[in-house]
Antibody, heavy 125, light 107 residues
C-alpha cells in the first residue's frame, strides 16, 4: 500500500538549518508530483513547495522562497526539503503528500491523495 | 492565487445531527475541489474529490456538492468518529490552496 514517511524534524535555533526527508513506498514514485505542506500549531494547512516528476519544475510559497529547497531522488524514492535560515514562524508540522494525476484531475493539478504522518520542526532559541 | 474560504470556522453538533460546511473559492474552480478530515495529531485524510465523488471506503453519510465558487460538505447523521476538522482544497490551478478549516465539535 502507499506509504509516505517523513523524518528529519527537530528543534533548531533561529537562523539554523534542517533537512527533511520523505520516504515513499507502494507506488511508482517517479510518476507523481510531490508536495510539502506545513501546519503551524493550531493553524490550517499551507502548501509550501511542490516538485514535478523529474525535479525540473518547483514551486515555493512566498513565505519560504529563497530559504527552502525541494528536491527528489526517484531512484531512492525519496523527497527532500532543505530548510535554511529558519525562523520562529517556520515552527510547524511538515507533511509530505502525493499529488494524484489522471482522469479525475484538472488539466493543471490534482488533489493530494496520500499524506505522511508529519514531522515536527520547532524553531526556538 | 485562488483563495478558499470556509464557514463556519467552528460548528457545534450532536451525534445524529446533519451538518453542512461551506467552502467558497475566490474564482470559479469548476468542480476541482477536494475535502479532507483531520484529527488532532494526525495527517489529513482524503474524503472527496471532484466536489462530490467519495473516495472508496468513505462512509456514505459524507457527501459533497457544488460547482463554480460555492461548495458544501454534508454529513448526515453525525457519528462520534466524525468530530474533527475539515478542510477543502482546490486543484483548478497552482498553487494548490486550502480553506482555513472547520472544526466540528461536540455540543
Amino acid at each position: 500500500q502507499v506509504q509516505l514517511v517523513e523524518s528529519g524534524g527537530g528543534v533548531v535555533k533561529p537562523g539554523g538549518s534542517l533537512r527533511l526527508s520523505c520516504a515513499a513506498s507502494g507506488f511508482t514514485f517517479g510518476d507523481y508530483y510531490m508536495t510539502w505542506i506545513r501546519q503551524a500549531p493550531g493553524k490550517g494547512l499551507e502548501l509550501i513547495s511542490y516538485i514535478n516528476y523529474g525535479g525540473s519544475t518547483t514551486y515555493y510559497a512566498d513565505s519560504v522562497k529563497g530559504r527552502f529547497t525541494i528536491s527528489r531522488d526517484n531512484a531512492k524514492k525519496a523527497l527532500y526539503l532543505q530548510m535554511n535560515s529558519l525562523r520562529a514562524e517556520d515552527t510547524a508540522v511538515y507533511f509530505c503528500a502525493r499529488e494524484d494525476y489522471g482522469t479525475y484531475c484538472s488539466s493543471i493539478s490534482c488533489y493530494l491523495d496520500y499524506w505522511g504522518q508529519g514531522t515536527l520542526v520547532t524553531v526556538s532559541s | 492565487d485562488i483563495q478558499m474560504t470556509q464557514s463556519p470556522s467552528t460548528l457545534s453538533a450532536s451525534v445524529g445531527d446533519r451538518v453542512a460546511i461551506t467552502c467558497r473559492a475566490s474564482q470559479s474552480i469548476s468542480s476541482w475541489l477536494a475535502w479532507f478530515q483531520q484529527k488532532p495529531g494526525k495527517a489529513p485524510k482524503f474524503l472527496i474529490y471532484n466536489a462530490s465523488s467519495l473516495k472508496s471506503g468513505v462512509p456514505s453519510r459524507f457527501s459533497g456538492s457544488g460547482s463554480g465558487t460555492e461548495f458544501t460538505l454534508t454529513i448526515t447523521s453525525l457519528q462520534p468518529d466524525d468530530f474533527a476538522t475539515y478542510y477543502c482544497q482546490q486543484y483548478n490551478s497552482y498553487p494548490l490552496t486550502f480553506g482555513g478549516g472547520t472544526k466540528v465539535e461536540m455540543k
